[in-house]
Protein backbone atom coordinates (compact mmCIF):
# COMPACT_ATOMS: atom_id res chain seq x y z
CA UNK A 1 0.00 0.00 0.00
CA UNK A 2 1.46 3.51 -0.66
CA UNK A 3 0.81 6.99 1.28
CA UNK A 4 0.97 10.18 0.43
CA UNK A 5 1.65 12.98 3.02
CA UNK A 6 0.27 16.34 2.49
CA UNK A 7 3.10 18.85 3.53
CA UNK A 8 1.09 19.83 6.84
CA UNK A 9 1.95 16.00 7.74
CA UNK A 10 5.43 16.43 6.81
CA UNK A 11 5.59 19.77 9.07
CA UNK A 12 3.64 17.86 12.10
CA UNK A 13 6.96 15.56 11.68
CA UNK A 14 9.81 18.04 11.33
CA UNK A 15 8.23 20.97 13.81
CA UNK A 16 7.55 18.18 16.18
CA UNK A 17 3.97 19.78 16.74
CA UNK A 18 2.43 17.69 19.78
CA UNK A 19 -0.10 15.42 19.56
CA UNK A 20 -0.06 15.68 15.86
CA UNK A 21 3.71 15.12 15.11
CA UNK A 22 3.56 12.33 17.53
CA UNK A 23 0.57 10.58 15.58
CA UNK A 24 2.51 11.35 11.78
CA UNK A 25 5.74 9.60 13.24
CA UNK A 26 3.83 6.56 14.64
CA UNK A 27 1.87 6.20 11.17
CA UNK A 28 5.27 6.43 9.59
CA UNK A 29 7.15 3.93 11.37
CA UNK A 30 3.86 1.64 10.90
CA UNK A 31 4.53 2.31 6.67
CA UNK A 32 8.11 1.37 7.22
CA UNK A 33 7.40 -1.61 9.68
CA UNK A 34 4.65 -2.96 7.34
CA UNK A 35 7.43 -2.16 4.38
CA UNK A 36 4.80 0.07 2.75
CA UNK A 37 5.10 3.18 1.03
CA UNK A 38 5.47 6.96 1.98
CA UNK A 39 4.85 8.73 -1.44
CA UNK A 40 6.20 12.60 -2.24
CA UNK A 41 6.14 14.71 -4.80
CA UNK A 42 8.05 18.04 -5.85
CA UNK A 43 4.75 19.66 -5.29
CA UNK A 44 5.48 18.76 -1.51
CA UNK A 45 9.36 19.76 -1.83
CA UNK A 46 8.08 23.16 -3.14
CA UNK A 47 5.75 23.94 -0.37
CA UNK A 48 8.61 22.60 2.51
CA UNK A 49 10.57 25.17 0.63
CA UNK A 50 8.11 28.31 0.99
CA UNK A 51 7.82 27.92 4.67
CA UNK A 52 11.46 28.23 5.01
CA UNK A 53 13.26 24.41 5.41
CA UNK A 54 16.41 23.97 3.79
CA UNK A 55 17.16 21.52 1.14
CA UNK A 56 18.99 19.56 4.08
CA UNK A 57 16.48 19.67 6.73
CA UNK A 58 13.89 18.85 3.44
CA UNK A 59 16.81 15.43 3.19
CA UNK A 60 16.81 14.88 6.42
CA UNK A 61 13.45 14.39 6.83
CA UNK A 62 12.19 12.44 3.99
CA UNK A 63 15.42 10.44 4.73
CA UNK A 64 13.40 9.22 7.90
CA UNK A 65 11.79 7.09 5.71
CA UNK A 66 14.05 3.85 4.56
CA UNK A 67 15.31 4.46 1.05
CA UNK A 68 13.00 1.04 0.14
CA UNK A 69 9.52 3.02 1.70
CA UNK A 70 9.62 6.10 0.14
CA UNK A 71 8.93 7.14 -3.54
CA UNK A 72 9.11 10.58 -5.41
CA UNK A 73 6.41 11.70 -8.07
CA UNK A 74 6.68 14.13 -10.45
CA UNK A 75 3.44 16.06 -11.14
CA UNK A 76 3.10 16.64 -14.92
CA UNK A 77 2.09 19.70 -17.19
CA UNK A 78 -1.15 18.08 -17.44
CA UNK A 79 -1.84 17.05 -13.53
CA UNK A 80 -1.14 20.91 -12.42
CA UNK A 81 -3.23 22.59 -15.17
CA UNK A 82 -6.66 20.82 -13.87
CA UNK A 83 -5.18 21.17 -10.11
CA UNK A 84 -5.26 25.02 -11.29
CA UNK A 85 -8.53 24.92 -13.14
CA UNK A 86 -10.22 23.40 -10.22
CA UNK A 87 -8.27 25.20 -7.44
CA UNK A 88 -10.04 28.28 -9.34
CA UNK A 89 -13.18 26.77 -9.48
CA UNK A 90 -13.79 25.82 -5.71
CA UNK A 91 -11.53 28.72 -3.99
CA UNK A 92 -8.83 26.53 -2.72
CA UNK A 93 -5.20 26.00 -2.98
CA UNK A 94 -3.80 24.80 -5.97
CA UNK A 95 -1.10 22.85 -4.48
CA UNK A 96 -3.64 20.66 -2.11
CA UNK A 97 -5.42 20.10 -5.37
CA UNK A 98 -2.27 18.81 -6.98
CA UNK A 99 -2.14 16.66 -4.07
CA UNK A 100 -5.28 15.18 -4.56
CA UNK A 101 -4.63 14.46 -8.07
CA UNK A 102 -0.97 13.02 -7.79
CA UNK A 103 -2.26 10.80 -5.25
CA UNK A 104 -4.86 9.66 -6.93
CA UNK A 105 -3.31 8.99 -10.16
CA UNK A 106 -0.61 6.81 -8.63
CA UNK A 107 -2.75 4.60 -6.25
CA UNK A 108 -1.75 5.94 -2.35
CA UNK A 109 -4.21 7.11 0.13
CA UNK A 110 -4.02 10.80 0.66
CA UNK A 111 -2.86 11.83 4.45
CA UNK A 112 -3.67 15.65 5.68
CA UNK A 113 -5.62 17.57 8.50
CA UNK A 114 -6.19 20.26 6.13
CA UNK A 115 -10.50 21.13 5.60
CA UNK A 116 -9.91 22.41 2.00
CA UNK A 117 -9.98 18.62 0.84
CA UNK A 118 -13.21 18.08 1.98
CA UNK A 119 -14.10 19.87 -1.13
CA UNK A 120 -12.50 17.25 -3.38
CA UNK A 121 -13.30 13.98 -2.21
CA UNK A 122 -14.44 13.29 -5.48
CA UNK A 123 -10.68 13.44 -6.64
CA UNK A 124 -9.56 11.34 -3.56
CA UNK A 125 -10.57 10.34 0.14
CA UNK A 126 -8.17 11.85 3.14
CA UNK A 127 -7.86 10.18 5.97
CA UNK A 128 -5.95 11.65 8.97
CA UNK A 129 -2.99 9.99 10.72
CA UNK A 130 -4.85 8.57 13.49
CA UNK A 131 -7.09 6.58 11.17
CA UNK A 132 -4.33 5.04 9.72
CA UNK A 133 -2.56 3.69 12.98
Not at 15 to 44: C, T
Request: glycine share 4%; proline share 2%.
Amino acid sequence: MKFYFDTSIWLDIVLDRGNNGKVAKELLNKIIIFDQFVVYSDAVIFELQIVGLSNFEINNLLSLAKPDNIVRIKSTKEQTILAKQIAKKLNIPKLDVLHAIISRDCGAQLVSRDWDFEKIKNITKTKRPEELI
